[in-house]
T-cell receptor, first 114, second 113 residues
Framework: EPEVTQTPSHQVTQMGQEVILRCVPI?????FYWYRQILGQKVEFLVS????????KSEIFDDQFSVERPDGSNFTLKIRSTKLEDSAMYFC????????????FGDGTRLSIL | QQQVKQSPQSLIVQKGGISIINCAYENTAFDYFPWYQQFPGKGPALLIAIRPDVSEKKEGRFTISFNKSAKQFSLHIMDSQPGDSATYFCAAQKGVAGNMLTFGGGTRLMVKP
């Protein structure tokens, strides 16, 4: 069964540094998402992406965040100047066209900010 | 109004028992309600989903009950097994395909052998 793959599985970064989280969505999917999960808390929506542009974003997704689909297969989340509170699991998800289709999640990248 | 409230936070059930997890929502624009199962170190995986035009959906040992007037829905796991031990999240989505999921707070289920 096709999967959403995310790399790296764990990223450790110094506060203030830039970090890029990478995702390869399922190949025929058209909608792409980033969610995050702070340890022990619920999964929170960050941003959705469709037709090469952001379609929706949450208040968490401020100016330090950006997303890109640079080559038609990868989908990246960039955090420009990381803060301690950015430490979380970041999940990428993708969705096929059509109603009643579920979002498929990757296994996440654990981001640790020191 | 965007929140989905989930209870209980944790649940311990004996093998063979019934696990019941409840969720409630406020926003009547929500019209797709999936349940996700998450094992440690893994991403959420879709378990079962329902739309509000039906009151119940069953897939194997998993059943969603939906009460549109009360704005509540629940997951029932029949004949619970130790392998069902995981965190379960309800979620809600509004409108057309492609919209974001709003997740409940999660329930950590432990099924004792």
């Amino acid at each position: 069964e096709p999967e959403v793959t995310q790399t790296p599985s764990h990223q450790v970064t110094q506060m203030g540094q830039e970090v890029i989280l990478r995702c390869v969505p399922i190949s025929n999917h058209l909608y792409f998402y980033w969610y995050r999960q702070i340890l022990g808390q619920k999964v929170e929506f960050l941003v959705s992406f469709y037709n090469n542009e952001i379609s929706e974003k949450s208040e968490i997704f401020d100016d330090q965040f950006s997303v890109e689909r640079p080559d038609g297969s990868n989908f990246t989340l960039k955090i420009r100047s990381t803060k301690l509170e950015d430490s979380a699991m970041y999940f990428c998800a993708s969705l096929a066209q059509g109603n009643n289709q579920p979002q498929h999640f990757g296994d996440g990248t654990r981001l640790s900010i020191l | 109004q965007q929140q989905v409230k989930q209870s209980p936070q944790s649940l311990i059930v004996q093998k063979g028992g019934i696990s019941i997890i409840n969720c409630a929502y406020e926003n009547t624009a929500f019209d797709y309600f999936p349940w996700y199962q998450q094992f440690p170190g893994k991403g959420p995986a879709l378990l079962i989903a329902i739309r509000p035009d039906v009151s119940e959906k069953k897939e194997g040992r998993f059943t969603i009950s939906f009460n549109k007037s009360a704005k509540q829905f629940s997951l029932h796991i029949m004949d619970s097994q130790p392998g069902d031990s995981a965190t379960y999240f309800c979620a809600a989505q509004k409108g057309v395909a492609g919209n974001m999921l709003t997740f409940g707070g999660g329930t950590r289920l432990m099924v004792k052998p």
